[in-house]
């Protein structure tokens, strides 16, 4: 092809053509044609293999992917990790900061997926080829809960509601309040669900618009915030694609996908991220309470011994909670004690003399739980994590176990799902014999920890900025 082009390259330029030079120009474009058409065409699946990468971009937060001391994790990025191995490829998960970021990102191809949050029936994605859903929402409106709660949306008298910025939510409250003069919608750019919800939660606003899972994700801080209703009772989330002729990559995510739906992995992965009822009003209240007057008199302890062991405090105080809520007398029928809730055995062998001591108790517990981190530094984070909470609560033998078995039956035995797969089924064994396993303890302990450090890096990261973006954020009427 080289030679051809060079060839007529390097013609003569000339004022005037004769009929010969029209048919030897257009067998030339026959030949070049012909040429062009024996190459091999790279298609979007093919260019995301020679690169090595799957970009897949969003925006960063508690419901999709963001990054920790010991990793990144989330709903995202774990099914995105899934799918870059499945290729053969590294996941690179790029912030775009906005929604608008995000279609930006996709339609100007500089990203091979993108994590609009947007509902597949949002217009914006018309041009776009969404593939199956990952998750099923309820969009909603959120309001303080010490007022009457609306019957229906043509039941709301005069209010104020907040939105953040191109959001599926802020789409549809344009088409609801469209003859409604006396209902204000302002739409947020530049900010986050927290800031929206403190909006309503110190009365700036009488109701925030947000999907339920941008909502759970968050409501362990507001305990005065609850759901007023819904204006659409069933939004789908799903990833998308640059809509083109060339379908392969899109075609692999979906195969991928409904494998995954198949075989329960996209399940377990939804509700594992899922607030369940963890955060209910009166364990909300309680984790309030707790948060306020219990946390700051172990803090610095939980800082520094986490600081000892390379670890996040966050997760440390967590363990902590979910153990004893941070009640340094409490005991178990089983004899465990204190506030990491030692067994006499593990605090002798961690040196742990009394375990009514804070100090002692919460040294002992951070290095025990960083004997077991060093013992499975083969496992990639998050599920290394995952697993090392699971061995804090049943011990490390039950968690060996189930590896050696999903090896032994050719399973990677670093996923966490493969592994909480078989320790469910040694459960089940066990129980055929007349024995007990107290795996369905372990696998409620993982989330339930989970759940306590997501909402602690929440509480610390809107007191450490004392929301001073919040009042700063520009903001447009919509009507």
């Known amino acids: 092809m080289s030679s051809v082009i060079k060839a007529l390259h390097a013609q003569p330029l000339r004022t005037r053509f004769k009929p010969r030079h029209f048919v030897r120009a257009g067998l030339l474009g026959v ?29 960063s937060g508690p419901t ?38 995000v279609l930006n990102a996709i339609r100007l191809n500089q990203t091979d997926i993108a994590i609009s949050g947007l509902a597949s029936d949002d217009a914006r994605l018309t041009r776009l080829r969404s593939a199956s859903p990952y998750m099923a929402v309820s969009e909603q409106l959120v309001q303080r809960l010490n007022r009457p709660l609306p019957a229906s ?31 204000q919608v302002i739409e947020f750019e530049d900010t986050d669900p927290l800031a929206l919800i403190e909006r309503v939660d110190n009365g700036d606003l009488d109701y925030a618009a947000l999907n339920s899972s941008e909502f759970d994700a968050r409501r362990s801080l507001f305990p005065n ?23 392969s990559l899109y075609n692999a995510a979906q195969g991928f996908l409904a494998r995954k739906q198949a ?28 948060m306020a007057q219990r ?42 004690q204190g506030i990491m809730m030692l067994t006499n055995d593990t605090a002798s062998f961690m040196g742990v003399e009394d375990r009514t001591s804070v100090p002692q108790s919460i040294r002992g517990g951070a290095a025990y739980y960083k004997m077991i981190v060093d ?33 032994r039956e050719g399973e990677d035995s670093t996923k966490w799902l493969v592994v909480s797969h078989h320790l469910r089924e040694m459960a089940q064994e066990a129980r055929q014999q007349g024995r007990n396993i107290p795996v369905g303890q372990a ?21 450490n900025d004392n929301r001073v973006a919040l009042n700063s954020q520009s903001r447009r009427a919509i009507q």
């Open 31 to 59: 030949l070049l044609f012909a040429v062009f058409q024996l190459q091999p065409t790279t298609t979007s699946l093919q260019q995301v293999q020679q690169r090595g990468e799957l970009v897949v971009t969003g925006v």
């Open 443 to 463: 696998l409620h302990y993982v989330q339930q920890v989970r759940r306590y450090y997501d909402a602690l890096v929440l509480a610390t990261t809107a007191a």
């Open 295 to 336: 946390l700051p008199r172990y803090q610095k302890l939980f800082m520094k011994n986490a600081s000892n062991h390379g670890m996040d405090w966050h997760l440390l105080a967590a363990i902590a909670y979910q153990e004893s809520h941070w009640e340094p007398s409490a005991i178990s029928p089983t004899g465990v």
């Open 263 to 290: 075989d329960g992995t996209l399940g377990k992965l939804v509700a594992f991220y899922s607030q369940g009822n963890t955060f209910d009003p009166y364990s909300l209240r309680t984790f309030q309470r707790d």
């Open 225 to 247: 915030v609850g759901v007023a209703l819904n204006l659409q009772e069933y939004s789908e989330l799903a990833w998308a694609f640059l809509k083109t002729r060339d379908r």
């Open 375 to 407: 013992n499975l530094a083969s496992v990639p984070e998050p599920d290394r994590t995952w697993m090392a909470l699971a061995s804090y609560n049943m011990g490390p033998g039950y968690i060996d176990r189930a590896r050696k078995r999903a090896t």
């Open 64 to 101: 999709t992917f963001h990054t920790t001391s010991n990793g990144t994790r989330g709903l995202q990025y774990e099914l995105a990790r899934l799918f870059a191995e499945e290729l053969g490829v590294r996941l690179v998960l790029e912030d775009a900061g906005s929604t608008e970021g």
């Open 153 to 183: 949306f043509d039941a709301l008298g005069a209010a104020r509601i907040g939105a953040l910025a191109g959001s599926t939510e802020a789409e549809r409250l344009k088409a609801l309040t469209r003859w409604r003069s006396d209902i």
